[in-house]
């Protein structure tokens, strides 16, 4: 089994560093040891005169709200007896006055890899509210659940939102602690980013080679299979057809009512590690609630050689151009108001314009421009090597 950040944190410096200094805590329910020991509960045992606040992000401290737009309140923590202040609705950042309170800010979020998925969010404003006030930043690692490679698009300036604000691929194969490395060189801050690095994770891993227990770290992500579709599969969000939201499989089950799946199946026979199996779901909440959907469940076969933005891409271009009754979704999305939300996903305005053409090779090459470019640019964030790099 690898050990977190969180694990670690007992040991040696990253102990002493901590001792004796003001601290508060961004952190939700997935932050767990193995033992299912919640951060906030292991921070306060370790440190109790120490740690003045908690921080939750997105869904919030107990994962416990829905997503786009679904506020979580402050509230005081029963079992620490600490603050907890709301970063997804009431404000998206720490303020002035929380932070005056403290002078290190601990991070141990789980994340899943997709650059849409909002914890990193969070984070990257956190840390330029850090550097208004002066205050340093601990992360306390833990794997990128599904590896480390890449997939494009990169994010464009154009699509700046609280589901991008830097041009990360979609999926970017790097673990929190490197995303934070690269956003103080991104940002150009000047307060010090520590990270308490994983023991024995390797880029090369998936979440169920760590030994680590999986904990949801968001409502609609209840297992690692969830999470290894979702970098393609969230792409759904910004069309009519449900990416099975309201059902026991989200991103795994998708459709509509109207969907023939026939005409999806015949175009996707020769897409690797992936097969598909018809179903029919109803779901209980979001897009066609209370309505039987016909749809498609994706089963991953082969990691190493499934591509998920790609496979979903071209699911998306086969409904485009089958079924009259599909559309995409119009805003509000995340905090965006008058841009479409498919573009805020996918990150540029140029792939929702070709789908429906059955313009392969075109599609490919923008999944693939920059991302050369974007492998030597973070480079030198890398914590982890596999053992033959």
């Known amino acids: ?101 403290i ?65 990360l691929p979609l999926r970017h194969g790097l673990t929190i602690g490197e995303v934070a490395l690269y956003f103080r060189a991104f940002l150009g801050l000047s307060i010090p980013v520590h990270v308490l690095p994983l023991e024995g994770w390797r880029r090369s891993m998936l979440f169920p080679e760590t030994g680590l227990p999986w904990v949801p770290p968001s409502p609609n992500m209840p297992s690692f299979d969830t999470a290894l579709v979702y970098p393609g599969q969230v792409l759904l969000e910004g069309t009519n057809v ?16 109207w969907l023939v799946e026939e005409k999806v199946l015949a175009d996707l026979a020769d897409l690797p590690g992936v097969s598909w199996r018809r179903i029919q779901f109803v779901p209980w909440y979001d897009k066609w609630a209370g309505k039987t959907c016909r749809g498609l469940r994706l089963f991953v076969l082969d990691e190493s050689g499934y591509r998920s933005v790609w496979t979903t891409l071209l699911l998306l271009d086969t409904m485009a151009r089958n079924f009259a009754a599909f559309s995409w979704r119009l805003p509000p999305y995340e905090y965006q108001w008058h841009k479409l939300p498919f573009d805020i996903i996918v990150g540029t305005k140029n792939i929702r314009e070709i789908l429906g053409r059955g313009e392969r090779t075109l599609l490919k090459e923008i999944l693939e421009t920059g991302l050369a470019e974007f492998e030597e640019e973070i480079r030198p964030f890398f914590l982890y090597q ?3 790099e």
């Open 1 to 101: 089994m690898i050990k977190t950040g969180l694990a670690r944190l007992s040991q040696g410096e990253a102990h002493a560093f901590l001792k004796g200094r003001r601290l508060g805590l961004l952190t939700h329910q997935a932050a767990v040891l193995p033992d299912f020991t919640p951060a906030h509960v292991v921070l306060k045992e370790l440190f109790p005169r120490e740690l003045r606040l908690l921080f939750a992000p997105q869904h919030g401290l107990f994962g416990e709200a829905q997503a786009n737009m679904i506020p979580s309140a402050d509230f005081v923590e029963d079992e620490t007896g600490l603050g907890v202040v709301s970063l997804y609705g009431p404000r998206l950042a720490p303020g002035a006055g929380h932070l005056r309170e």
């Open 103 to 167: 002078d290190v800010l601990v991070v141990d979020l789980q994340d899943v890899g997709c650059r849409v998925y909002t914890y990193i969010w969070t984070l990257f404003l956190a840390l330029k509210a850090c550097e208004k006030e002066g205050v340093e930043v601990l992360v306390l690692d833990r794997p990128n659940p599904i590896g480390g490679r890449r997939e494009g698009p990169l994010l464009e300036e154009e699509f700046r939102s609280f589901v991008g604000l830097a041009p």
């Open 242 to 257: 449900s990416e099975g939201r309201g059902t026991t499989r989200p991103f795994e089950v998708f459709g509509a009512p």
């Open 386 to 388: 596999d053992a033959e």
